[in-house]
């Protein structure tokens, strides 16, 4: 099984072909991308309208490019899948649109995938892992722990009540004066800092259950600097490596916590998985690699190019509700918010 992914949600142009290796796992065949970064910067942030103008001028190239470097053609596919939310809709609606298109024209089965859950389910792409699992998020947009049951069976453990784990990243890179996007710069300058030079919060450590809250600790990152001011190299450098030092302690914590209730409510998960663009920072990835040998958990985590947003996770999760025998109608709508639960409460933040 051959299926074609597109994903236009953010700020990240993606297509790529993906085939079922008969095993179990994919093999990524081409994942083509074209990030918008330079379009963003200069406005600190994502501007939705420059967003979609720019998926709707490179879509088609970036299709015909995935499909050359995997040496197939349309008709060699066996679906074609789109990313149809949650994100910005103007760029949401160019990818939908364009997957429709192709697979109508074909005549091909269409899927329209969250990409939440397609972060959910890249471990499986890459490792074959089997359900249930225990996942942390961690993107942009959203930050949550959720127990993985299987293809659309998502249970939500924890979230976070007002910022995203990368939002906090990217908020604190700008009150710092780091240029866009903030995280992995916060990380290249966490390097030669002193992670115990200032003493930033901790929030929500040992509370019971498993939610994150993050704008307190940036709010005291914007407090140490405007102390600390005017901030010398060295002081950004220690500032972003005792901000990074706190986001360390409280993945790790409140993970400890998603697990013990995991285990407590749906017995043992067989990984810990983590997926989303803040899953690429190194420092933390270290820390999970001690907390699971520490818990004996297997921790699985996707090459860093496979944790931000991708073609190749869309058409995976194609993939799986394809061989599931779910396919989407051409009047699928686009999806600006899509809980992976839809039974958990709305969080505080409004993003799920
Ligand atoms: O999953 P993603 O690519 O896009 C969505 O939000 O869906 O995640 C992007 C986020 C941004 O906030 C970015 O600053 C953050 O991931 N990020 C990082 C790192 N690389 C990307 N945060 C911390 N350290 C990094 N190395
Ligand atoms: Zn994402």
Redesign the pocket.
């Known amino acids: 099984m051959r299926v074609l992914g597109i994903e236009t ?2 700020d ?1 142009t993606a297509a790529a072909v993906v085939r079922l290796k008969p095993e179990g796992g994919g093999e990524i065949l081409s994942n083509e991308i074209r990030s918008q970064i330079e379009e963003h910067a200069p406005y600190g942030g994502v501007v939705p309208e420059i967003a979609a103008r720019a998926h709707v001028e490179i879509i088609d190239t970036l299709v015909q490019r995935a499909l050359a470097a995997a040496n197939v053609r349309l008709s060699d596919l066996d679906g074609v899948a789109a990313a149809a939310g949650p994100g910005l809709i103007g760029g949401v609606m160019v990818g939908l649109v364009t997957g429709k298109a192709l697979a109508l024209a074909c005549g091909l089965p269409f899927v329209a995938v969250n ?1 939440l859950e397609a ?1 959910a389910l890249t471990a499986r792409l890459t490792d074959n892992v089997p359900f249930p699992y225990l996942l942390l998020l961690m ?4 930050t949550q722990l959720v127990a993985v049951r299987g293809v659309g069976e998502y249970t939500r453990i924890g979230t976070t009540v007002d910022d ?4 906090a ?2 908020k604190v890179a700008k009150l710092l004066g780091l240029p866009y ?4 710069q ?2 290249i300058e966490a390097r030669n800092g002193d992670p115990t030079r200032f003493d930033l919060p901790r929030p929500m450590l040992n509370r019971q259950q498993p939610d994150f809250s993050l704008s307190g600790l940036k709010t005291a990152v914007r407090l140490a600097a405007e102390r600390a001011a005017p901030l010398s190299p060295r002081d950004v450098s220690d500032l972003c490596a005792s901000f990074q030092a706190a986001i360390v302690d409280v993945i790790v914590d409140r993970t400890r916590m998603g697990l013990r209730q995991f285990r407590t409510t749906l017995g043992h998960p067989n990984a810990l998985v983590v997926a ?3 899953a ?3 420092a ?1 990835r270290r820390s999970l690699v001690r907390f699971c040998g520490e818990s004996g958990l297997r921790l699985v985590m996707p090459p860093p190019a496979l ?3 991708n073609g190749a996770m869309i058409a995976w999760t194609g993939i799986e509700r394809l061989l599931l025998g779910l396919t989407d109608d051409m009047d699928f709508a686009a999806r600006p918010r899509w809980p992976l639960d839809p039974t958990a409460e709305r969080s505080l933040n409004g993003k799920a």
């Open positions: 949600t953010c990240e990409h972060h993107s942009g947009g959203h995203a784990i990368g939002e990243f990217d996007p903030g995280g992995p916060v990380e989303g663009g803040v690429s920072n190194q933390i944790c931000t947003d």
